[in-house]
């Protein structure tokens, strides 16, 4: 499939890999948004948060497992953004679904 993500998860791209496991991958943002920008990804190709049914779901929870997981790692005590845009005007660029993972600075709100 001619998916970014998929190629990335497959390892045809290079990224640099924070955490993978039998259903997930994460990876650093090649274009940070804040001292840590990480994305967590699943490794089956689902379209994004609009694509989640009760076939597909389970990984969804285990990904924030992941997440919460990778934040500890990170040293976000303070708090972090969990992200995941969808669609043209969620201004989603990749369609393969992801979370970001956002922290090491203030946010703000409401977002842009
Ligand atoms: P979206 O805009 O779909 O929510 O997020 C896609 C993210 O993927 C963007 O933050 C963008 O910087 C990141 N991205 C796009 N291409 C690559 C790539 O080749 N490698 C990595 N590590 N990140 C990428
Ligand atoms: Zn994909």
Redesign the pocket.
């Known amino acids: 499939m001619d998916c970014?993500f998929c190629k990335?998860i497959a390892g045809e791209?290079p990224?640099?890999k924070v955490y993978e496991d039998d259903q997930c991958f994460a990876?650093?943002?090649?274009?940070p948004q804040a001292p840590t920008h990480i994305?967590v990804v699943p490794k089956q190709h689902i379209e994004s948060v609009d694509a989640i049914d009760s076939t597909n779901s389970a990984v969804v929870g285990h990904i924030f497992e992941v997440i919460a997981k990778i934040a500890k790692e990170e040293g976000l005590e303070n708090g972090y953004r969990v992200v995941s845009?969808i669609g043209e005007q969620g201004?989603?660029?990749?369609p393969h679904l992801?979370f970001?993972i956002i922290g090491g600075r203030d946010m703000t709100w409401p977002p842009g």
Do not use: E, G, P
């Open positions: 970014l990335i791209i990224s640099n990876f650093r943002d090649i274009n994305l845009n201004q989603q660029t990749v992801h970001h």
